[in-house]
């Protein structure tokens, strides 16, 4: 048995709240964010403008003690504007050396707005940088203190020679603009927004905690959900979903994260879910990850789903019930007495779940069907007695 404070393990899930907190609909982004920041890797998020991206990447500098640079790219970006300009004094006397202060090659968060914009001059440092946490522009070299590289953009990149960049993020996510049931919620949020501004993050977490929080991740025990990974990795290489060999061994990071982002140190089928900010290349492979994982996995969201079915049913069944009169014929006491076999059934399935996931919802919605059924098995008990 580990021991670990149990504070320690409730940071991932506050700045995650912090985080997601004055936007509608952007949980997903932020559980992204806060995965590279556990894993200590970069993300990307892509999405048409206007859907908060680079919102939520400045807010997650802000609950972060750390430095920070960002900058939009555009085609013309120079390597100077990044990394800072070179000493002309320096180079009267021959020698290149750059100014960084304040420039990128100081940060430890980076936000590069408009990622795929990077143009060749900047692109292989920018790849260094990613990969070796090594600055080096051709005349120096220097160790940087990168802890995540964050991007945003409207599009996959297309070009090939920004290949190499797309793969250097391990986590990708599709931004979508909020579904409609939550536009009235955006309104107010919005309005929010505009009136006070963003609300000041009231946690705020250092290097050093960072830093404890990604050791933390070495611990977690991911045995139970090892052959099951390996089954997911051929499942979406049938189905033309290729996870380069370095994002099917970095998954694992993000797996642990997961687990402890939720307050575990033994990571559960659940946590496979984060293969969709990972596997994902082009952007229709988004959704279709998403649909092959649901199938896939015994989530939440696929009990949820089941139970809606289930509730659905009953509501029929009861309807259907409530349309008999009463006894009256042996026909109708046996359709009641299968009816009543069924129902029977569907409740001890819908009570199996509560072992199956401890998801709390999941526990919510078993219980409110459960209870459902009861009352139609009530009522068909007092239709049989004739009552
Ligand atoms: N889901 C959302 N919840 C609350 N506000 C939002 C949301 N999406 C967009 N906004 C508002 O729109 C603004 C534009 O977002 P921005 O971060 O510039 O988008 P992007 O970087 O994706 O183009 C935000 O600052 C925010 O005020
Ligand atoms: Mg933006």
């Given amino acids: 048995m580990h021991t670990v404070s149990s504070d320690v393990l409730q940071i991932p899930s506050r700045m995650l709240a912090e985080l997601s907190k004055p936007f509608i609909g952007r949980e997903e982004e932020a559980k992204v964010i806060v995965l590279a920041l556990l894993t200590k890797e970069h993300a990307v998020l892509i999405g048409e403008p206007g859907t908060a991206k680079s919102a939520l990447i400045r807010r997650a500098a802000q609950i972060l003690n750390m430095k920070y640079f960002m900058y939009l790219l555009t085609r013309y970006t120079e390597p100077a504007e990044l990394f800072g300009p070179l000493d002309i004094n320096a180079l009267k006397e021959g020698k290149y050396v ?5 420039k990128l090659p100081e940060a430890e968060i980076v936000f590069l707005d408009e990622i795929f914009k990077a143009n060749s001059a900047i692109l292989n440092t920018l790849l260094t940088v990613m990969n070796e946490r090594l600055f080096y522009d051709g005349y120096t070299e220097i160790p940087v203190k990168l802890w995540s590289l964050f991007g945003a953009s409207n599009e996959v990149p297309e070009d090939p020679e920004l290949e190499a960049l797309y793969d250097r993020f391990l986590l990708r996510h599709h931004v979508r603009p909020v579904s409609d049931d939550q536009w009235r919620d955006l309104l107010r949020a919005a309005w929010n927004i505009e009136k006070n501004g963003y609300p000041k993050p009231e946690t705020v977490v250092d290097r050093h905690v ?10 977690v025990d ?3 959900i090892e052959s099951k990974l390996l089954k997911l990795f051929s499942v979406l290489e049938s189905k033309n979903i290729h996870l380069t060999d370095r994002r099917k061994g970095k998954v694992l990071k993000v797996i642990a994260a997961h687990a402890l982002l939720n307050g575990r140190l033994t990571a559960s089928e ?15 492979d988004f959704e279709k990850v998403h649909i092959i994982l649901s199938e896939e996995l015994r989530t939440a969201y696929r009990y949820l789903k089941e139970l809606e079915e289930i509730y659905a049913s009953i509501k029929e069944v009861d309807s259907y019930v409530s349309s008999f009169p009463s006894v009256n014929s042996r026909f109708i006491e046996y359709r009641l007495l299968e009816i009543y076999r ?28 459960v209870l459902y059924i009861d009352s139609v098995i009530d009522k068909i008990k007092k239709k049989i007695e004739g009552r």
């Fill in 98 to 102: 750059r100014i960084t202060t304040n």
């Fill in 210 to 219: 960072l830093e404890t929080l990604h050791r933390l991740i070495f611990e």
């Fill in 222 to 224: 991911l045995s139970p």
């Fill in 270 to 284: 659940e946590d496979l879910l984060v293969l969709k900010f990972v596997a994902p290349h082009d952007i229709d």
């Fill in 342 to 369: 069924d129902l029977e059934s569907t409740k001890e399935r819908v009570l199996a779940m509560i072992h199956e996931t401890n998801d709390e919802k999941v526990h919510r919605k078993v219980h409110e069907t």
